[in-house]
């Protein structure tokens, strides 16, 4: 399998001064080079492909900011991993819906409905969890667990935990629970 990890649009800092110089055609969308360049990528390889994906372009559209349509992006995919990191919703999102504890399970878990929904019967999802303390008042081996059992619940295909500094110490923690 190969894995296209964050294939994208920078989105951070002052991306108004971006300029790209390859870029002939104004109108053309940013989610379009991506998805030209998948398709050639499909077309050229055979094994299996992965694509991580914002787990946030489940809910909104994202492709002339980032340049990633969910939809588009699943016709060349094998498998999607969306990003559902509870702690980049906002502290807002969904914060009426259920209590803080019980909110990172409900966020993975309608993302990843949102997700096996928008990759139809093109690719299997495999979300990445949430594996770091950002922004998360119930930060612990709960936490964990609940990102888990949502994701079983909603039928992925697996998932992967993902933390920069590589420490996995809550999620063996959680497992061992």
Known sequence: EIQFDYIRFPSDGPIERC?????K???????EPIIDFLRKARESLEVPIS????GITGWYHFGNRIG????????YAD????MVYPSHFGTTFY???ASSEELPGLLVGESIARARMLAGENALVRPYLQAFNLLSPT?????????IHAAEEKGTNGFSFWNAK?????VVRAMKK
């Open 19 to 23: 300029r790209f110089r390859h870029k």
């Open 25 to 31: 055609d104004l109108s053309i969308f940013k989610s």
């Open 51 to 54: 694509i991580d994906i914002y």
């Open 68 to 75: 990633q349509d969910f939809e588009a992006i699943a016709e």
């Open 79 to 82: 498998v999607l991993c969306p």
């Open 95 to 97: 914060r009426n819906k």
């Open 139 to 147: 930060w612990g081996p709960d936490y964990i667990q609940k990102q």
């Open 166 to 170: 590589g420490d996995y110490d809550m």
